[in-house]
């Protein structure tokens, strides 16, 4: 079923080979290597509502209309199920579908297509078919944009055989990634975080590919293993400075990929540590945190000497008002108390 | 596949309006002159509203987002004002326009987009999920398309408690591509539902044409799948809309069942409080500017000797010490507290047994 | 918005009282019920494919299309998405409906009205809006019907706050929760497992409800808690009784409802048996069992003398092969492997 | 709402078929006998495939649930004749016709159905989910509508990579009401995709008559909506099947779009393999079941001296000796043994580096 790739091996132009690494932001790392994947591969197609002319309205698909054209940069109707069907019946049959939700909390239209036939039709057809479709998404919340587009569903996706989780937070992570989600031959969520398209770090130049299921120790420190999803990293990497400070040392694990995860980076560190926090933004209630600790708790519960703690979103839906909002969103407050309550503890 | 719309697509567009949809404002029978007057005094409120909200979202008195109903006053105004006080309506990501259509409290309307405990959900909701339930405003919501279903349920109450009212669903023209849309109007067709699909077909969902949405451009021309009547008037066009609307209530609440009215108009203004609009070419919005229906009706009333210019400057006047109040009204109330963030999760006799606070 | 109940006071002709408890399967206890409620209330109505002159596939709700017409027992299109969306708009302005979706995996394609609309509209608006709304779907797999009619998804919906989460597993307690479900002025869902319709049991006579959040100590035990969900308490009960034999006394907690959870009733049982095993037939992998496990170590770590394991599905589509099948169901075997894992580690 | 069909809605049903859609057989032009009698044998293998189904079910040997194709034969046979190998189709809950139409081996069909390592899933899917994608079938799905996008995704690569073939989207009347069928058809449409839908009206789903369902009870009558050409024909009738299948493909082929093609027919047997059909009155059923295709195609090709008896009989006893012989397949398959249990899961390369195994 698969198209063999005509430019498979013809390196992208801008690729400038043995220079520098670049700062960009998230905003540009996902444009840049959409752009060079594109132009490496044909079969590559863009697909979403106003990701075209418009360039999609946070600007990540700029520019890509303009140079790949109407063919291969696809403005959609709002019709979020026929969108990720039909990106999956083309991967199916020979495309590489990049498909666009432009909020996360809208993959609920298509969620039957997602869950009962993207995550299961290799499996249920006996492995007959590749699907080489990468569905990207922001998630998250933060300026106002209340209960229908601030959610972040990672826990559900992770829930469902067949499909793989990525949540990158620095331009870096989101590049490797975001390449190796392309050139994957199953499904991939590929969720950026909409307060994070801003955020600024090196890129190291060339084609690199980053694997799933890797983590990346963001700090190495011996007091307490926190691990991180998505652009909670950030406001954990300023509690983890703040503390060390106070002799407290904070080794941040970003695990960067939610299915496959790393378990080996978290028991590695534990092993270490004795102790766990586990920050995201997702609803506290059956949120990834849980699975983590529970992992980590059924594979290294006498290497604990304290009990885990979760710092996730407060069970409500997203309220407007910004107070309230900054209520729910966990913020490096509730980290470092986090952090405190688990250190305090000593064995 | 998509393409940027040339101006003279433009022109051809603007022509095809003015053969096919544009209709001269004349009053429905009946209508008086007082009401006619209403009708501009609503349209001019929202105009007002919305004009103030951007200039608010800008200095950050407004968080989020906001879409503005300029351009499509006259049908939110058209539709409520040939509607009771007791029937209902859903409503779009678009939303302040139908809640002063239906009667909402601008003050209410303004505090809550200022996110404060006045505001009609709490501040819980802002722009996106404004509501005024007790005036039969079921809410806006940020999914597009997502409510058509609601106003089918509000249908099927009528139906099965046998009770008098009927529901207006307005949708944008980009919604008549969401699935849920053909769900909604196909079940609301087989059971006879007293509900009113209200298609405001501005011709953009954000950068998105509707003729390079769906091949053939028409709305109402789907009707005849569902078995169901289906027309298209001047969005312009307070009577129009009135007309329509009308016709459509009294055949639901005759058990005639539900009818799809697209309201053609344009969207020349920005999709929301901060669209550059790079997508189009803007010139093509003056094109469309000349058929403002607040303008258009002024004239009216003006023409038809219902109201002097005195009159309309004064009614302009009022409806900008409106928005004034509302949003001395907002300002001055309170934030809501950090208690006030678990109320309205569930039912208060559920919060209270199961203990739920902060 | 509520319509006061016409019938509210008036008991149900068919309510013995002080009759004898009778037996009957669950399917029975469920159809029992809606006639019950339906003849109690006016503004109930049942809604879904094939629920009116089927009476439903399982048979669920044979003779209430015959009894209370065609206005109160409507047959639908097959429009999920319609069929939860309109129950909302329909309980928002003065019905009760009870919407079914044949198979819980298919509430994917009502997925956005159900997340975004159903379990939000109250907050959202400020509280201004009851939602008395019950969805009935059958969950759980077993019977060769594959990937698409297999899930469960109570660890999803528990995730969404606005949502109530039922998941009985006897005749009595389909009963109490029923009504109980009935006359929430909030939405449930309400998970019947397809495998567990012709379980029977006694039934308490009159018009009973059991509160959600209050979980039942099927059996009480000394050595270790087993907290089940849905059909696995047999499963569990099955294995206590066998192990009774060789000394080792569990004690099996059903929860009954998901959300909200008798977490007090867990953790005094955790603080007696310092032991959990949790068990469910969903996924393992962020499947309630980690919520469950994540709240327990939060809140009784010192208590626990083993870590806490979970008993779950395995992390796979259903396969439609028997022997697959139940490879990846809990079975009897694995429950006691648990069981024995946790208890063999004595301190 | 719906209501129990009475008898004579069921007579008034056949007489309107019989009058509006109901057409002789008569072979395309240029059509061979060879082509002709090969329809023929195509459906006769269905039937038979689809009665040993029904008893290998009731004896154990096939788990699940499985929904039979008989009456529909002649519009999978009818509409794959139009179509070339490289085309694709898509299919619905009762697959196993659409299979065995696109060229499936009967053998791998029935392994399939008893979970046997042969199977064309290699047991994992089963009936309702059985595959054929080396011949172009993108396998059956358990809900119903959801392959609608996926034909309509076979459509967009054809487009992107200029390549000739068309896709069939088989679906019932029951799909028809779902919010993917309604964007499926309207993003073929709007992008001229090569996809042809073809709809297998068998007048109901489950126990909801079609007319219950839908207020304007002709499927076909949707496509003006969409702007795209719809057509109701026989779907009794293989070669009605074809002939619009042909001129929708070369349509397609040419870049003229999708078509919505309505096939009327009625289901005359069970749901399902176990369906008591106490929702309808049987009698009802026989009214129909002299339109049966296949009696139809034997009487035709006798009439018009194309196979004698002996030649039809020789065709069906190779049609049941094909399926005895599959049956026979499927029991020598092993099941699959527990090693197998995470085969398929993802990519080899993936589940490689990630070590997924039991
Ligand atoms: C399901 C969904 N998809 C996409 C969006 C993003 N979005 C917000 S408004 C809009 C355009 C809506 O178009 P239309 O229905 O015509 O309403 P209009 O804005 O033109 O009034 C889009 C695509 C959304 N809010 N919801
Ligand atoms: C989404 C969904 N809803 C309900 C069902 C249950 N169901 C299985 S087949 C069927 C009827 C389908 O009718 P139609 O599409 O006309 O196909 P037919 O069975 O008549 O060939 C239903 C309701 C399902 N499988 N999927
Ligand atoms: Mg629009
Ligand atoms: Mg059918």
């Not at chain 1, 989780?165 to 199953?186: C, E, H, N, Q, W």
């Not at chain 2, 539709?79 to 009771?84: D, F, G, P, Q």
């Not at chain 2, 005024?132 to 139906?159: C, E, R």
């Not at chain 2, 669903?169 to 849920?180: K, L």
């Amino acid at each position: 079923m698969r198209t063999p790739s005509a430019a498979a091996a013809a390196p992208h132009a801008d690729v400038a080979e043995g220079a520098a690494p670049r700062v960009m932001t998230v905003k540009q790392a996902i444009n840049e290597t959409l752009r060079e994947e594109m132009g490496r591969d044909p079969t590559i197609i863009i697909l979403g509502c106003d990701v075209g002319i418009r360039g999609n309205p946070f600007g990540v698909t700029k520019g890509l209309y303009e140079e790949f054209g109407a063919g291969r940069v696809l403005d959609t109707p709002i019709s979020e199920a026929a969108i990720i069907g039909t990106s999956l019946g083309a991967a199916a049959t020979g495309l590489r579908p990049i498909a666009e939700i432009l909020f996360s909390d809208w993959i609920t239209i298509g969620m039957d297509q997602l869950v009962n036939q993207v995550a299961k039709i290799r499996y249920m057809f006996g492995g007959a078919i590749n699907v080489p479709l990468v569905i990207r998404a922001p998630v998250g919340a933060g300026g106002g944009q209340a209960a229908q587009h601030s959610q972040s569903f990672e826990s559900w996706f992770s829930h469902v055989p067949g499909l793989q989780v990525v949540m990158p937070a620095t331009p870096r992570d989101v590049k490797g990634l975001l390449r190796t989600a392309i050139r994957s031959d199953d499904p991939v969520l590929f969720f950026e975080h909409k307060r994070g398209y801003e955020i600024k770090g090196e890129v190291p130049d060339g084609e690199y590919t980053i694997p799933f299921g890797k983590a990346e120790i963001a700090r190495a420190g011996s007091d307490v293993t926190v691990v991180t999803v998505s652009v909670m990293r950030h406001k954990a990497m300023t509690v983890a400075a703040e503390l060390s400070a106070d002799g407290i040392e904070c080794e941040v694990i970003d695990p960067r990929t939610i299915y496959p995860f790393d378990y080996a980076a978290v028991l590695a560190s534990v092993a270490k540590t004795h102790r766990l926090v586990v920050v995201h933004e997702a609803n506290r209630r059956s949120g990834i945190g849980g699975e983590i600790v529970s992992q980590v708790v059924e594979r290294a519960f006498d290497q604990l000497a304290a009990p885990p703690v979760i710092v996730a979103g407060l069970d409500v839906p997203m309220p407007y008002n910004r107070s309230l909002e900054a209520l729910v969103i966990p913020d490096e407050a509730r980290i470092r108390d986090a952090v405190l309550a688990v250190t305090a503890r000593r064995t | 596949m998509a393409h940027r719309v040339t101006l003279s697509e433009s022109c051809q567009a603007v022509e095809a309006f003015e053969r096919d949809t544009l209709e001269p404002l004349q009053a429905p029978a009946g209508m008086t002159a007082e009401d006619q007057r209403d009708i501009y005094r609503r349209m001019r409120l929202i105009r007002e509203f919305d004009t103030a909200v951007k200039g608010l979202w800008k200095r950050d008195f407004i968080y989020g987002l906001a879409h503005s109903y300029v351009a499509a006053e006259a049908i939110a105004v058209g539709a409520c004002a040939a509607l009771e006080r007791t029937d209902y309506i859903t409503s779009t990501h678009r939303g302040h326009g139908h809640t002063i259509a239906k009667g909402g409290d601008p003050r209410r309307m303004m505090a809550e987009l200022m996110g404060r405990v006045d505001g009609y959900c709490g501040g819980k909701g802002g722009s996106m999920h404004i509501a005024a339930v007790d005036m039969g405003m079921l809410g806006a919501t940020g999914i597009v398309g997502s409510a058509m279903p609601i106003a089918v349920g509000a249908g099927l109450t009528a139906k099965t408690l046998d009770r008098p009212f009927v529901t207006v669903c307005f949708h944008g023209d980009g919604a008549t591509n969401q699935g849920v849309w053909h769900e909604s109007v196909n079940l609301a067709a087989v059971w006879n539902l007293p509900v009113i699909f209200l298609c405001e077909n501005n011709q953009w969902a954000i950068s998105l044409p509707y003729d390079q949405a769906a091949k053939n451009p028409t709305v109402s021309d789907r009707a005849q799948g569902y078995g169901i009547p289906g027309v298209t008037v001047d969005g312009f066009n307070p009577f129009a809309v009135y007309r329509a609307v009308k016709e459509a209530a009294e055949r639901a609440r005759s058990g005639g069942g539900p009818t799809l009215i697209e309201a053609r108009f344009y969207r020349y203004v920005g999709h929301f409080v901060a669209d550059d609009e790079r997508y189009r070419d803007t010139d093509c919005n003056i094109l469309w500017e000349r058929f403002d229906p607040i303008g258009r009706m002024a004239t009216y009333l003006a023409e038809s000797g219902l109201a002097t210019p005195e009159w309309v400057a004064d009614a302009d006047a009022a409806a900008k010490a409106a928005v004034d109040d509302a949003i001395e009204f907002a300002k001055a109330s309170p934030e809501p507290s950090a208690e006030t963030l678990w109320d309205g999760l569930f039912s208060p006799e559920f919060m209270r047994e199961q203990g739920i606070s902060l």
